[in-house]
């Protein structure tokens, strides 16, 4: 079933669909764009226009920021895409440098005004649609993020903010000192990553205490009417067609009924993938990662492939590996 994305509630024509650029720019590494770089990233823009994608998901540290100047380019060569396109990009994670010793996490004010200067001088655009906070940051002292945030909205930087990776607990924390809302929480959620199912059916039973996402997150999303976006959606090809060897029985079977539902139904395994999610009446919005042309059209037909609840549940417990009580 087709649902109207949070998103669209808000007056923000989002595609039910968006597309991950983690993919684009090559390695992370310091090397320089490449021409095999550009056109990897004209055909994988092209392939999603094509099926309607419209939103497009960043982030200042993906390939060390050359996806978003690879973007940056594309951009250059169409005018009038920009004004058609929604674009979210994230800040908050530093990575290694020469002569630090981890990546870190930075939600300083310092730090998120410069990762958006960044951003918008490598996309070369005026404006973010969407910023995300990528991660939380123990560090991080909410009244600096709330100023920054301020100053980005007032300069027009940034139109809307958002964050990833966060439990409903920190998003409070951050609602508590911010002005403006923070319209998406994007997560880790796929056929293959569950645990925001389980959290689900885990509340009150003892069996079940292993379960770790944060409790209530869902809910607290669509209750606030907070889009919830689903990064690793297609499970990096797990269920339709990557090999399997090596991979537990939970895995072979549930690639299998995937493939049997997309037979039965005249669709591909990407689209039934991608179909247990939106079905979830929270209207997740799954960015997709693939870069393959072939690979995005194959997960077009998504929002027509319609799962009962018995399907749905079935897919679940068998990617689960163990029944439900
Ligand atoms: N907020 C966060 O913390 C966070 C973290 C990670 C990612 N993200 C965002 O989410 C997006 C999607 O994440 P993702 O890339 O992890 O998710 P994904 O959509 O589950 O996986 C895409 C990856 O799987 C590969 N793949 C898909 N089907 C395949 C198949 N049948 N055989 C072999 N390989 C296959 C793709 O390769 P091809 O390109 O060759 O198809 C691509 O590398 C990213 O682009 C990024 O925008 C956000």
Redesign the pocket.
């Given at each position: 079933m087709s649902r109207a994305l949070p998103l669209n509630r808000r007056g923000i024509p989002a595609s039910r669909i968006?597309?991950?650029?983690?993919?684009l720019g090559g390695g992370w590494d310091y090397e320089p764009l490449t021409a095999a770089n550009l056109k990897q990233a004209e055909e994988a823009l092209e392939a999603a226009l094509s099926i309607g994608i419209n939103f497009f998901?960043?982030?200042d540290i993906?390939t060390r920021g050359k996806a978003e100047k690879v973007f940056g380019q594309l951009l250059k060569a169409r005018p009038g895409l920009r004004e058609d396109i929604i674009l979210q990009s994230?800040c908050g994670i530093r990575l290694i440098e020469p002569g630090d010793t981890t990546n870190r996490m930075d939600l300083s004010k310092e730090h998120i005004l410069s990762s958006v200067d960044g951003s918008l001088a490598r996309l070369g655009t005026d404006y973010l649609d969407i910023l995300?906070l990528?991660?939380p940051d123990p560090l991080m002292d909410p009244e600096e993020v709330a100023e920054a945030l301020y100053q980005l909205k007032a300069s027009g930087k940034v139109r809307h903010f958002g964050v990833?990776?966060m439990s409903a607990a920190q998003i409070r924390l951050l609602e508590t000192y911010c002005d403006e809302p923070f319209i998406v929480n994007?997560?880790?959620m796929?056929l293959a990553r569950i645990s925001w199912v389980d959290a689900v059916l885990s509340v009150n039973r003892d069996q079940w205490k292993e379960v770790t996402f944060p409790e209530g997150t869902i809910e607290y999303c669509r209750a606030g009417n907070i889009q919830l976006?689903a990064?690793?959606?297609?499970?990096?090809?797990?269920f339709?067609?990557?090999?399997l060897d090596g991979q537990p029985e939970n895995v072979v079977n549930t690639a299998a009924r995937v493939r049997a539902l997309a037979d039965e139904k005249s669709a591909t395994?990407?689209a039934v993938v991608l179909a247990w999610l939106m079905a979830h009446p929270a209207a997740i919005q799954?960015?997709?990662?693939?870069?393959?042309p072939q690979?995005i059209a194959a997960c077009s037909g998504a929002e027509q492939v319609e799962l009962s609840r018995k399907e749905w549940y079935e897919l679940y417990v068998s990617s689960r590996g163990e029944k439900l009580p």
């Open positions: 968006a597309l991950g650029c983690m993919g998901d960043h982030a993906y994230k995300l990528h991660r990833s990776n994007q997560l880790h796929s976006q990064w690793g959606p297609l499970a990096q090809g797990l339709s067609g990557r090999p395994a990407e799954p960015v997709i990662g693939t870069v393959n690979r």
